[in-house]
């Protein structure tokens, strides 16, 4: 018996290594039937090689440009200009704060990104980070942040913002709230489920996958999504 539990031990923190590296990641599985991929990156990933990833069936991209009311990712403009001259569907996301007013951090993105028709919805990260990861902010200060936050981007853009959430998010602040945005949800360990039943619009399904022309010393990783078979991409589009 103890044996068999010493080869059930090896062979599962076998398979949690070979998850964690990427190797192997049953998500995959799942996406594969999905025909619209997307990659979302930031200055993280460092120089993207955009020609090499529209040939490897990328359709679509989101890019980091703005965090809070003041930080703009080093690499958005170029990450802009080079995804779009490769034909790829291209958006931006703004990674929300809990520590300063939407308004403001509306104003950053604007002031960012190009409201350019053809390009995609701009996205909220909604997210814990930093020390607010297993200590969530109240309902209330959230919303009282993401609500101007959504409105004036859509105001602006003329266009819903998608919601980019992961499952601990979604269900402290979105639960039965915001049904005009699109849902982006992040699963990467099992198919998405979202808390309420709500049909997700976006499914972020790895955050270890590797591309040909994404990569750095500081990550060598790249998020990978589908699109839902329910949504068009078209829907997604600035006007």
Same mark, same amino acid.
């Given at each position: 018996?103890?044996?068999?539990?010493?080869?059930?031990?090896?062979?599962?923190?076998?398979?949690?290594?070979?998850?964690?590296?990427?190797?192997? /990641?049953?998500?995959?599985?799942?996406?594969?039937?999905?025909?619209?991929?997307?990659?979302?990156?930031? =200055?993280?990933?460092?120089?993207?090689?955009?020609?090499?990833?529209?040939?490897?069936?990328?359709?679509?991209?989101?890019?980091?440009?703005?965090?809070?009311?003041? =930080?703009?990712?080093?690499?958005?403009?170029?990450?802009?200009?080079?995804?779009?001259?490769?034909?790829?569907?291209?958006?931006?996301? =703004?990674? /929300?704060?809990?520590?300063?007013?939407?308004?403001?951090?509306? =104003?950053? /993105?604007?002031?960012?990104?190009?409201?350019?028709?053809?390009?995609?919805?701009?996205?909220?990260?909604?997210?814990?980070?930093?020390?607010?990861?297993?200590?969530?902010?109240?309902?209330?200060?959230?919303?009282?942040?993401?609500?101007?936050?959504?409105?004036?981007?859509?105001?602006?853009?003329?266009?819903?913002?998608?919601?980019?959430?992961?499952?601990?998010?979604?269900?402290?602040?979105?639960?039965?709230?915001?049904?005009?945005?699109?849902?982006?949800?992040?699963?990467?360990?099992?198919?998405?489920?979202?808390?309420?039943?709500?049909?997700?619009?976006?499914?972020?399904?790895?955050?270890?996958?590797?591309?040909?022309?994404?990569?750095?010393?500081?990550?060598?990783?790249?998020?990978?999504?589908?699109?839902?078979?329910?949504?068009?991409?078209?829907?997604?589009?600035?006007?």
């Amino acid at each position: 018996m103890a044996v068999a539990a010493g080869v059930f031990v090896a062979a599962a923190l076998t398979l949690a290594l070979l998850v964690y590296t990427g190797v192997v /990641m049953p998500t995959r599985l799942f996406a594969a039937r999905y025909d619209v991929r997307g990659i979302d990156v930031s =200055h993280h990933n460092g120089v993207v090689d955009w020609s090499r990833v529209a040939e490897q069936d990328i359709d679509f991209a989101w890019l980091k440009a703005t965090e809070g009311s003041t =930080h703009v990712d080093s690499r958005f403009a170029a990450n802009w200009s080079g995804a779009r001259a490769a034909g790829i569907a291209t958006g931006a996301y =703004h990674f /929300m704060s809990f520590e300063s007013p939407g308004a403001g951090q509306a =104003h950053n /993105m604007i002031a960012t990104v190009p409201r350019d028709a053809g390009t995609l919805a701009p996205v909220v990260d909604l997210e814990p980070y930093g020390s607010f990861k297993g200590n969530l902010p109240p309902a209330t200060e959230v919303r009282a942040i993401l609500d101007p936050l959504l409105s004036t981007l859509e105001d602006y853009y003329g266009i819903a913002p998608v919601i980019y959430t992961t499952p601990s998010a979604y269900r402290a602040y979105l639960v039965d709230r915001y049904p005009d945005n699109p849902i982006w949800f992040r699963s990467v360990a099992w198919p998405p489920r979202v808390p309420d039943g709500r049909d997700w619009s976006i499914w972020q399904y790895s955050s270890r996958d590797r591309l040909d022309g994404v990569g750095s010393d500081d990550e060598a990783y790249v998020d990978m999504n589908v699109l839902s078979d329910d949504v068009d991409l078209d829907s997604l589009i600035v006007r």
